[in-house]
């Protein structure tokens, strides 16, 4: 499985807890408006599911097996906030929902430095650049030392 990936697992059961068997059902993904640190939601991506035919989509339709489940394939966003997945039955009762928190860990924030600019700094994105450890200490050095060589500013 990809390392961005998660085995979502369906299960249907009827009143008395038993399972649906060949139920159909849509399942679609979709961003949690401002989530991760946008406050917006124009072009960000949305997560997709791998069908068996091997397409990736956001949204499709699938049936429940003979025991009341069905299993996909689901591929996150690749940016952090909150990804959900809605799962609609023949009516509108029948309907779920389930989100997934996306987060990066080991990520620190790149500030301004006395070499370069930092550009995309606006309001709605007060602070977006970000790297590992190691990429932001290269960054800086990079930055120092093209400073000390040439007396330009990376921009």
Same mark, same amino acid.
């Given at each position: ?17 038993? /399972? ?12 949690? /408006? ?10 960000? /991506?949305?997560? &997709?599911?791998?069908? /068996? ?15 009341? &489940? ?17 799962? &609609? ?12 928190? *996306? ?6 924030? *790149? ?15 007060? &602070? ?13 050095? *990079? ?13």
């Amino acid at each position: 499985m990809e390392r961005d990936a998660t085995r979502v697992t369906l299960t249907l059961t009827g009143n008395g807890s038993e /399972p649906v068997s060949h139920y159909p059902f849509t399942l679609s993904a979709f961003v949690r /408006p401002n989530s991760g640190g946008h406050d917006h939601n124009a072009n960000r /991506p949305t997560g &997709k599911f791998i069908t /068996p035919a091997k397409d990736t989509v956001a949204s499709f339709q699938g049936t429940t097996n003979g025991e009341g &489940k069905a299993t996909y394939t689901y591929i996150c966003s690749g940016f952090g906030g909150v990804d959900s997945i809605l799962v &609609k039955g023949r009516t509108d009762r029948d309907t779920a929902s389930t989100t997934m928190v *996306l987060q990066f860990s080991g990520l620190q924030e *790149l500030t301004a430095g006395d070499h370069y600019a930092l550009y995309g700094d606006r309001p709605i994105h007060p &602070k977006n650049h970000y790297g590992t450890a190691t990429l932001v200490l290269k960054l800086k050095a *990079l930055a120092d030392s093209v400073y000390a060589d040439s007396s330009f500013m990376l921009r």
